[in-house]
């Protein structure tokens, strides 16, 4: 790389058969979900509007009809299969990957990378300590159902107190740490390719990696992502598991934080990001981060 960092406006599948075989030292991938408009296609329009309408939500930042499919959590799992082929290619012998998702798709989404060639070390958690309860008792549908009488709904409403639909409330996002396979041994993969081992000289990792969601000023910075990750996360995986000076690839780079975090610890950058809109908030972004450095 010429510079510490190259960006490009581009579907992932169609830019990751351009970068050279064996030469990323990391990837961190927080790819679409799954959920409705969250899908592959990824609609920022629709999610805005949708967003906009949830402000009377009973489920507050969810925005309005972005309910859990299990057809479209497949979905994910076949394409992040294609992404996940590319990405064994582009990885040095040895070294990690790791992909968020959200639980429910979680297995979809470890399968899809195990099938690709990857082995799955561990599963991750970024514990962000508190989040949203989403669970709806069921009183205001109960009051809304024509076909009952006053006193059939008071019934029910007192039977059903205090039960709820089963959504728990959330505390963390699941990490897959996945691996491409070794060159030889643990110490003949890492004296060849300088990758494949996690470090522990600043501090002993748990499995948990505990931050806190993304402050305001941290959302406004990054032109308010919908799915923004803390910078003070993704600098510390970036830390653990890449060597100083390596290449980290992000192919779902969005507002650019993953690219931020590793110009900020000496490592440089490629992103790829389809979105129009956040390409051109990435690009100041990193700008900017290279400057202050």
């Given at each position: ?18 970068i ?8 961190a991938?927080?790819?679409p979900?799954?959920?409705d ?13 949708r ?6 939500s009973s489920?507050?930042?969810l925005p309005?009809g972005?309910?859990f499919?299990?057809k ?6 076949v ?15 040895g070294?990690?990957?790791?992909v968020?998702?959200q639980?429910?798709a ?6 899809a ?13 970024w514990?962000?300590?508190?989040g949203?309860?989403?669970?709806q008792?069921?009183?205001?549908f109960i009051?809304k ?10 019934a ?6 205090g ?6 409330t ?6 897959w740490?996945a ?23 600043e ?17 406004e910075?990054a ?9 003070s ?9 890449s060597?100083r000076?390596g ?15 590793s110009l900020c610890?000496d490592?440089r950058f ?6 129009d809109?956040?390409f ?12 202050q450095?």
């Amino acid at each position: 790389m010429n510079k510490r960092y190259k960006i490009y406006n581009n579907d992932c599948l169609k830019e990751l058969p351009l970068i050279d075989n064996n030469s990323i030292d990391f990837v961190a991938i927080d790819p679409p979900y799954g959920i409705d408009v969250m899908n592959v296609d990824w609609d920022d329009d629709k999610i805005e509007k949708r967003s906009a309408k949830s402000k009377n939500s009973s489920v507050g930042k969810l925005p309005v009809g972005m309910k859990f499919d299990p057809k479209d959590a497949k979905k994910l799992g076949v394409f992040l299969n294609q992404v996940a082929i590319q990405l064994l290619q582009k990885l040095k012998p040895g070294a990690f990957c790791v992909v968020f998702s959200q639980p429910r798709a979680a297995h979809h989404v470890a399968a899809a990378f195990e099938e690709a060639g990857f082995e799955i070390r561990d599963q991750l958690i970024w514990n962000y300590g508190a989040g949203q309860g989403k669970a709806q008792g069921l009183q205001n549908f109960i009051r809304k159902n024509r076909t009952l009488t006053s006193a059939q709904k008071n019934a029910l409403i007192e039977r059903f107190d205090g039960l709820k639909t089963p959504q728990l409330t959330p505390v963390f996002e699941t990490m897959w740490l996945a691996q491409k396979p070794r060159d030889g041994t643990f110490l003949q993969n890492y004296l060849k390719h300088g990758v494949g081992l996690v470090d522990f000289r600043e501090k002993k990792y748990r499995v948990s990696f505990e931050h806190p969601k993304p402050r305001k000023k941290e959302r406004e910075l990054a032109g308010k992502h919908p799915t923004l990750k803390p910078l003070s996360l993704m600098e510390e995986l970036i830390k653990v598991f890449s060597p100083r000076d390596g290449v980290v690839l992000d192919c779902f780079a969005g507002s650019g934080t993953t690219g931020v975090a590793s110009l900020c610890n000496d490592r440089r950058f490629i992103g790829i990001e389809k979105s129009d809109k956040w390409f051109e908030i990435m690009t100041k972004r990193l700008a900017d981060s290279e400057r202050q450095q």
